[in-house]
């Protein structure tokens, strides 16, 4: 009985969290007078066809062990509330289509600005000259290759003048928390870019840590862990 109480609860949670999701399973592992205490030993779930702030995602499946949570509440009618963080590992399916529908992202958007804000920066444009202080970014296509990632779009200032820009790069972990670009081209006017910078690592987010990245014509796989604070 309480572990069905449970799962409705994260179900419930965990849809509250994503735009829209088509298919939700969860798992509850522990035993009854442990969950009656408000801890759960493991929570396995997959999901189909996710959409999370914008990103698409066409395939998940986690586990959190470990977790703690607000029991006596949940069982007045009160929504689930983690009461530590909890780490968890999973793996995320994508297509070609889903990073195309997910280009209108906030997030998405944001890390490809910061991405060519950084490139720029790293080719030695001082950034009080980078056109991104007076132009707007649209990014516009993407696509997954074998190994390689490229994303375009074009830079467009309030007088319509606008400016095309591509990035294509070779991607993969340098470790568990830091992507590795390379080989990276940016592909737009001369001004802008040079040869001399071929490569780049990036740093994520310190509760990251990515053990599998796969790119192949038309899917990325990725698979590792990361801490989900309350």
Request: proline share 3%; net charge negative.
């Amino acid at each position: 009985m309480i572990d069905k109480v449970l799962s409705t609860a994260i179900r419930l949670w965990l849809r509250s969290q994503v735009e829209r999701v088509e298919e939700l399973e969860v798992k509850i592992t522990g035993g009854d007078r442990q969950i009656l205490g408000g801890y759960i030993s493991r929570v396995s779930l997959t999901t189909n066809h996710a959409v999370y702030r914008g990103l698409h995602l066409r395939q998940i499946k986690l586990a959190g062990e470990n977790i703690r949570v607000n029991l006596a509440q949940i069982l007045k009618g009160k929504p689930l509330q983690l009461l530590e963080p909890v780490a968890v590992t999973g793996q995320v399916w994508l297509e070609e289509t889903d990073l195309k529908a997910s280009l209108s992202s906030p997030l998405l958007v944001s890390a490809l600005t910061d991405l060519l804000s950084t490139l720029l920066t790293a080719n030695g444009i001082e950034q009080e000259r980078h056109p991104l202080v007076d132009y707007q970014m649209h990014w516009q296509t993407i696509s997954v290759g074998n190994d390689k990632l490229t994303v375009g779009g074009r830079l467009i200032h309030s007088n319509n003048q606008e400016i095309a820009i591509a990035i294509r790069t070779g991607l993969r972990i340098a470790n568990g928390s830091t992507l590795k670009l390379s080989p990276l081209y940016l592909e737009t006017i001369p001004q802008l870019w040079s040869s001399t910078c071929n490569q780049l690592e990036m740093d994520l987010d310190s509760e990251v840590a990515i053990e599998q990245l796969s790119l192949e014509a038309g899917k990325l796989f990725c698979s590792g862990g990361l801490t989900v604070l309350p």
